[in-house]
């Protein structure tokens, strides 16, 4: 069982459009973290939000962390071919700063 | 700086043999962490380690080990090789103290097929 939901598991949009990608979670984080994966390559860190209600702007990625800090979304405007990639999730916890992570959102942006 | 280094980038391994895979960063990181990731899931935490010396287990530690003997390295030791430990395999090191998280930054992975 994922501690970590993450939702869809896979999108498929035109260039554009705009999206959003869901991580929830019946569990409370200190924060939590969205990566972005390209094939062959490890995580790449996007952003960390830490206060309930936080709301993060990087470019055209929104990223929100639920009043909870149970949940988190990704929303981008306007997507890009550049951003297709494999986006996680992860929540840190407990001693050691460890990292749980989502299944992934694999987005694929067509031109 | 060369980051999170992880060698061998590719391996095949018999049912059985055994290897090390080799983890090491130059950034001064107390925080070292291995992670495996299957097809079509995110990382699952191996082992982890706050200092040299120091080590513990994460999620899915079973038919793995590590030492942590200085800063800079973090081997992973598969003694029995299953097919079940057929992943990819990331290494990640952050500088962290307690209580404040500061980011992971992840080596290139490890692909091992194990048949």
């Known amino acids: 069982t994922q501690l970590l939901e993450q939702s869809p598991q896979f999108l498929s949009i035109q260039e554009g459009e705009n999206l959003t990608v869901y991580c929830n979670s019946s569990?409370?984080?200190?924060?939590l973290q969205w990566y972005r994966q390209e094939p062959g390559e490890g995580p790449v860190l996007l952003v960390t939000?830490?206060?309930?209600?936080e709301v993060k702007k990087l470019k055209r990625l929104t990223f929100q962390f639920g009043d909870a800090r149970k949940d988190s979304s990704l929303h981008i405007t306007a997507a890009q071919p550049g951003d297709t990639g494999l986006y996680l999730c992860?929540?840190?916890?407990?001693?050691?700063?460890?990292?749980?992570f989502g299944a992934g959102t694999i987005l694929r942006v067509k031109s | 700086n060369a980051g999170v280094t992880q060698t061998p980038k590719f391996r095949i391994l018999k049912i059985g043999q055994s290897m090390t895979l080799q983890c090491a960063q130059d950034?001064?990181?107390?925080?070292m962490y291995w992670y495996r990731q299957d097809p079509g899931m995110g990382l699952k935490l191996i082992y982890y380690?706050?200092?040299?010396?120091?080590?513990d287990k994460g999620e899915v530690p079973n038919g793995y080990n590590v030492s942590r003997s200085t800063t800079e390295d973090f081997p992973l030791r598969l003694e029995l090789a299953a097919p079940s430990q057929t992943s990819v395999y990331f290494c990640?090191?952050?500088?962290?103290?307690?209580?404040?998280?500061?980011?992971?930054?992840f080596g290139p992975g490890t692909r091992l097929t194990v048949l």
């Open positions: 950034m001064n990181h107390n925080y």
């Open positions: 380690s706050v200092g040299a010396g120091i080590t």
């Open positions: 990640a090191s952050s500088y962290s103290t307690r209580g404040v998280y500061n980011e992971q930054f």
């Open positions: 939000v830490v206060t309930g209600g």
């Open positions: 992860a929540g840190v916890r407990g001693y050691g700063n460890k990292l749980v």
């Open positions: 569990s409370v984080f200190s924060s």
